[in-house]
């Protein structure tokens, strides 16, 4: 067994803060024993007991080890907390439970976007530091229950701040010694032609990342792009490098704008949970604006919307249309005994039987009347 690295976590305490102070006390340890199974309410020993490839890993399980077990700093389980926060990328951290309102001291990492997880699962905190880790974990064989083969054990937790100094030795302090220098070198080393301003945002805040990057957003969009610029005029003729030099500028230029925007969208689909719907709501609302637009140029109110549709759009809700239309209804209650269902199953029934042509005239003979009594040959036959 060998480090593999250091994992931390920025805690969401705006929303979640008393299961954001149930998972620091675990890793810190400073509420002590618990009152119940005796055993030490700290992350340290413990197992990551399970790890789905492709979508997340969990742990956390201070009392058996194996996912089975757990307690939390305010008893054996507390209640949900807010669901607001989705499962929408890979390092964010949330609760382990066993159903609702069911969260003890397990926790579960996810390792890719996991909307199966959003409304059942509270998320609580984000990694901000050893992303690498994850994935070297993410690696691990494991069984068919998705049990890691090899232990994965927590040898050191705690909290890194002035308020609770719990970590008296850090275990990867020799590692980080060699390893920092080596990142530092390759942080230096930039190629020729390559952007200067990307080297202060190294050390910054995620959210001081993105404030800058919304900044110099406004200041590209603000900027007016010259005619010079547009037709590429003002270059040497005779210089066919310049020309091609010319042009990757504002190819770059160009990737830099999309490459900010997507940062932003990004940062705003992460952070806001209500993201996807308003988006959502955006798009209907603008391409229901473009719809009325058209109908205006055509010279049309807004009642004859149906002029506008395609024909594969119109016969596609009259095949809607005529498949609800045609639908059985489900049977329920007791609408299982009405005239129509009994119908349907003496129908079902007799389906089989077969028509007794000499019974069949005798009865036409008699006035339509059944005999009373059946030859024993002929109730045979039927039912052959």
């Not at 604006?289 to 009642?303: F, Q, R, S, T, Y």
């Not at 007794?356 to 059946?374: C, H, N, S, T």
Request: with cysteine.
């Amino acid at each position: 067994t060998k480090a593999v690295g250091r994992i931390v976590f920025d805690l969401f305490t705006d929303l979640t803060p008393k299961t954001a102070e149930n998972f620091a006390g675990l890793c810190t340890g400073d509420y002590g024993f618990s009152k119940v199974t005796k055993k030490r309410l700290h992350y340290l020993g413990t197992k990551i007991h399970k790890v789905v490839e492709e979508m997340y890993m969990e742990g956390g399980d201070i009392t058996q080890g194996d996912g089975s077990g757990g307690e939390s700093i305010y008893g054996k389980s507390f209640n949900d907390e807010n669901f607001e926060r989705k499962h929408a990328c890979a390092g964010l951290l949330s609760m382990g439970n066993k159903g609702r309102n069911t969260n003890s001291s397990q926790f579960v990492i996810t390792l890719n976007a996991c909307p199966q997880l959003d409304g059942k699962h509270v998320v609580f905190g984000k990694v901000s530091q050893g992303m690498d880790v994850l994935k070297k974990i993410s690696q691990v064989p494991t069984t068919e229950k998705d049990h890691p083969r090899i232990p994965i054990i927590i040898f050191n937790c705690g909290e890194i701040n002035d308020k609770r100094i719990h970590i008296r030795h850090d275990q990867f302090l020799d590692t980080i010694s060699t390893f920092m220098p080596t990142e530092k070198k390759k942080e230096d080393e930039v190629e020729p032609g390559g952007s200067a301003k990307l080297q202060p945002l190294v050390g910054k805040d995620i959210s001081e990342v993105v404030k800058d990057i919304e900044k110099e957003q406004e200041e590209i969009n603000d900027e007016p792009e010259s005619e010079e610029e547009k037709q590429g005029v003002g270059l040497p003729e005779d210089s066919e490098a310049n020309k091609k030099l010319f042009e990757l500028k504002l190819r770059l230029n160009e990737a830099r704008k999309k490459n900010a925007k997507a940062v932003i969208e990004e940062n705003e689909r992460v952070m806001d949970p209500q993201y996807e719907k308003r988006r959502k709501k955006k798009e209907w609302e603008e391409e229901e604006v473009n719809k009325k637009e058209n109908l205006k140029v055509k010279g049309l109110g807004d009642d004859k919307q149906y002029l506008n549709e395609t024909l594969s759009k119109c016969k596609g809700k009259y095949i809607k249309q005529e498949k609800k239309k045609n639908k059985k209804k489900s049977v329920i209650g007791w609408d299982v005994f009405n005239q129509d269902t009994l119908y349907r199953a003496h129908k079902k029934r007799t389906k089989d039987l077969h028509l007794d042509k000499e019974a069949y005239e005798e009865q036409i003979k008699e006035g339509g009347k059944l005999k009373e009594e059946v030859s024993e040959d002929k109730l045979q036959k039927l039912v052959d």
